[in-house]
């Protein structure tokens, strides 16, 4: 296992769209971040809204937030 720095978090900027890339984690009992999704967009606010519509109609699938906090990847929804 490899340590990842940031500087971050970032906000994401409404009226400035801008490429990068954006890391989903879960935070670790003992403070750490497991990483769950990595995204490279070439507009961030708007492919995170893309991301919400998607959670919200059900098809990403949803992890046990206490089991993905001890690092197990457990799905209570496995998305459509």
Do not use: K
């Amino acid at each position: 296992m490899s340590d990842l720095n940031f500087p971050g978090p970032f906000p994401l900027a409404d009226s400035l769209p801008e490429a990068g890339v954006y890391l989903w984690t879960v935070r670790q009992t003992d403070g750490s971040h497991l990483i769950h999704y990595v995204g490279e967009p070439a507009d961030c606010a708007r492919r995170q809204t893309e991301h919400f519509a998607q959670v919200l109609g059900g098809n990403y699938g949803i992890l046990d937030a206490e089991q993905a906090r001890a690092g197990r990847l457990v799905w209570t929804w496995p998305g459509l």
